[in-house]
């Protein structure tokens, strides 16, 4: 081969080289979005959501961050979903027994902690929702929570060119409908996992229990556990633990979803991760302090014909046993998660 060959052949790979890079930055600079990996923490089951269907993108997660802390997707633009899921209080509802909605309303529920969806089967409460990614459908449309409707939401967000850009980057094109904001949505809070408090770091050989909480936890393990079980801290089942209606409310939990007597009253066992973040407790708040709930369990159940055969005859605890069990929940607060900086507004 000739030099002078040599030299068109090496000069054709340059132009091609740089023809490629053009290309790339006309697309944006990425030829797609860029993945992100779900980690199973240490210990965890099999998740039930697994992104098979919606793959998790950094450009997803991201456009799922904007839209959760963005008023606009309720009708007067003053709740986001952040606006009843919180950050510091482990993505609940501080303080409030019951959620406030649009015009001064109060919502039948008080709201619980968003974090570890994956493992959850069927979410809220009464389990009325079984798929991850139409979840944001039910608050959103709520006439008492967000109070918009799902097409004005898709306008309001087609004005904003920002939006189109980040549409474009997580799905391809700058086209915004009702699946591709679910989508984004599911890719953030299905991201939202706590798995780092001093109980993980300790099955972890990380740290330990001093003697009090290692007491809490052996107590836990007897009395506790069949409902709340490691390591989610629930079983996800439905239950009822022996608290009477509400007569203001008139909550029937999950018979409102599956029209069964059998069901009355049941409600799902909350996860106990990062309890000491997200009171008040039960699922309408009326509990003001976890001394509170545990005394139910030992001397307040009241028996009716759908209670829970493990709580039916209370569970048995004295003075220092409910002292000893505050100290291990207290090692279910995962400060690392309330602290991400990636979980919080965009800025």
Known sequence: MTIRWTIRIALFLILGAVWIQACKKSNGGSSGPTPLNFTIPPGFPAPQYTFATNPLTEEGFELGRKLFYDGRLSKD????????????????????NLSHGFNNQFTLRNAPGMFNLVWQK??????????????????????????EDINNVINK????AAYKAMFKAAFGDETINSQRMLFSL??????LVSADSKYDRVKKGAATFDQVEQTGYTIFKAKCASCHAEPL????????????????INDFGRMRITNNKADSLKFKVPSLRNLYLTFPYAHDGRFLSVNQ??????SGVQVSATVDPLVRNGIALTANDKIYLQAFLRTLTDSTFIKDKRFGPPE
Not at 186 to 191: A, D, L, Y
């Open 293 to 298: 709930a545990l005394e139910h369990y030992n």
């Open 233 to 248: 801290f629930t079983d996800n089942s439905f239950r009822n633990t022996g608290l009477p209606v509400d007569p203001t």
């Open 157 to 160: 967000l087609n004005q904003d």
């Open 77 to 96: 633009g003053n709740f986001p979903c952040a606006s009843c899921h919180q950050q510091f209080a482990a993505f609940a509802t501080f303080d409030h």
């Open 122 to 147: 069927q979410t809220h409460w009464d389990g009325g929702i079984n798929n991850l990614e139409v979840q944001p459908l039910a608050p959103l449309t709520a006439p008492n929570e967000m109070a």
């Open 186 to 191: 599911t890719q953030f809070v299905g991201s």
